[in-house]
């Protein structure tokens, strides 16, 4: 029934794999997928149909499968169009987009409730007409599974990505650190926050000092 229900329901397929897609990438997954795999993950990010903020998440993914396919400046054009869209957001957009009607005030446990006991229980013969037995206000909609996630983590890990991509060679290594520096200092109190600021430690500890030109040097 629920199979069905979500075929019926554009959006939500798309936000159900891309928020699979979103853990696969926190959890340092995607580098352990093939090639092919990372290929057509790419793919499917970049085809979706979803709001900019959304649309920003999808391109963050895809920015990552770029460089793991050694696509290293595609990923960093592509990191780089994550923060473009970001910029444009109002504050407003940043929860949700949905329309009014399909998101009703509630609180968090009420807006991604479960089909009560009730439901659970109920007996095989009892499942026809199920589907109508969920008032709409309990429904899972796309605009309930968006807002129950912070998508503020976005803009500092896209930062970190580019500065690690970077990070790899020699000749970009200070932009590299201006990366780097931007995703730790211009973020907090995000998702994964934590985890972010581990990995942007030690991306900043592969670098180079970052030596000042000696006053000898500037003399000769």
């Known amino acids: 029934m629920w199979i069905a229900w979500l075929q019926g329901n554009w959006a939500l397929p798309s936000v159900c794999r ?3 897609y979103e853990l696969l990438y926190l959890w340092n997954v995607l580098g352990c997928c093939s090639l092919h795999h990372l290929q057509q993950l790419h793919d499917d990010c970049e085809s979706m149909r979803l709001p900019a903020d959304l ?5 963050l993914v895809a920015g990552v499968c770029l460089d793991h396919l050694d696509h290293p400046q595609e990923a960093v054009l592509l990191l780089q169009e994550v923060l473009t869209i970001w910029s444009t957001l109002r504050p ?3 929860v949700s987009e949905a329309p009014a009607e399909d998101h009703k005030p509630g609180t968090q446990e009420e807006e991604i409730s ?3 006991m009730k439901d659970e229980e109920a007996t095989p013969d009892s499942t026809e007409g199920t589907q109508s037995e969920y008032p709409s ?8 599974l968006r807002s129950v996630w912070d998508e503020t983590n976005i803009p500092p890990f896209a930062s970190y990505e580019i500065g690690f991509i ?3 060679y020699p000749e970009s290594c200070g932009e590299s650190r201006k990366w780097l520096q931007q995703a730790s200092d ?3 109190g995000y998702d994964f926050e934590s985890r972010l600021v581990v990995k942007i430690h030690q991306a900043m500890r592969s670098l180079p000092p970052n030596r000042a030109p000696s ?6």
Do not use: F, I, N
């Open 166 to 168: 970077l990070s790899r």
């Open 137 to 144: 206000d309990r429904s899972v909609t796309s605009a309930m």
């Open 215 to 220: 006053a000898s040097s500037g003399s000769e």
């Open 55 to 59: 649309t920003a998440l999808a391109k």
């Open 114 to 116: 479960a089909p009560s």
């Open 18 to 20: 891309l928020r699979c």
């Open 186 to 188: 211009q973020h907090s």
């Open 92 to 94: 407003a957009q940043v």
